[in-house]
């Protein structure tokens, strides 16, 4: 079993679908993180919870809509995406927000049709 | 504000010899720095991480970095190569500024190519 799991792995969606990515930590960490990983581009860091809070939306657009119901489960709402959310979207947690690695899980490649 | 700066997009070493990927750092206070491996299709799997411990570094699939803060460097070697080692290389810095979120910030990546 994989410390950080997420789901589905790979995902097609139209523009005007709705779907969502899961990210399921069992390490019992507190700090959870979604990523995304365009082709050419550095790791991009979307949203940063802490202890199921908020603590950071980085200029991310709504279309993308976070949901941390407790410190294991982290999910991200699509709704109206465009081509270019393309990417793979890499869901990490830490143990707390103070510095120590992230453990990452193995990512939901989307595409955007 | 911290930053990372991996000098070389791409590197390319045959089988058995040294690889050395370099990692540049800007932070201001003391770093937390990281390097990870990305395979095809996968996530990002730690390989070796400093925290103001030991300067050198010994990392996993026989990788070691050295912290050098006199050059603000942290470069990853491996002596020798081994096909199993192309990948996609992340050398980040962790953010204990003022915000302290942890997050990490990634330099933009060095994809290794081994030649047989």
């Known amino acids: 079993e994989t410390g950080v799991t997420q789901t589905p792995r790979h995902l097609v969606m139209g523009m005007t679908n709705k779907k969502s990515l899961k990210c399921e930590q069992h390490?019992?960490?507190?700090?959870m993180y979604w990523y995304k990983q365009s082709a050419k581009k550095p790791l991009e860091l979307m949203f940063v919870?802490?202890?199921?809070?908020?603590?950071e939306n980085n200029s991310v657009p709504s279309r993308f809509s976070p949901e941390c119901p407790n410190s294991s489960h982290l999910f991200l709402h699509l709704h109206t995406l465009q081509p270019e959310d393309s990417a793979l979207y890499l869901c990490?947690?830490?143990?707390?927000?103070?510095?120590?690695?992230?453990?990452f899980g193995q990512g939901t490649r989307l595409t955007v049709v | 504000a911290q930053s990372v700066t991996q000098l070389g997009s791409h590197v390319s070493v045959s089988e058995g010899a040294l690889v050395l990927l370099r990692c540049n750092y800007s932070?201001?206070?003391?770093?937390?720095l990281f390097w990870y491996v990305q395979y095809p299709n996968q996530g990002l799997q730690l390989l070796l991480k400093?925290?103001?411990?030991?300067?050198l570094v010994k990392g996993i699939n026989g990788f070691e970095a050295e912290f050098k803060k006199s050059e603000t460097s942290f470069h990853l070697t491996k002596p020798s190569a081994h096909m199993s080692d192309a990948a996609e290389y992340f050398c980040?810095?962790?953010?204990?500024?003022?915000?302290?979120?942890?997050?990490?910030?990634f330099g933009q990546g060095t994809t290794l190519q081994v030649k047989p």
């Open positions: 400093y925290t103001s411990a030991a300067t």
């Open positions: 919870y802490n202890f199921k809070e908020q603590t």
């Open positions: 390490l019992g960490h507190n700090a």
């Open positions: 990490a947690s830490s143990q707390d927000p103070g510095g120590t690695e992230a453990f």
């Open positions: 932070s201001s206070v003391p770093p937390y």
């Open positions: 980040a810095v962790s953010d204990r500024g003022s915000s302290n979120t942890g997050k990490l910030i």
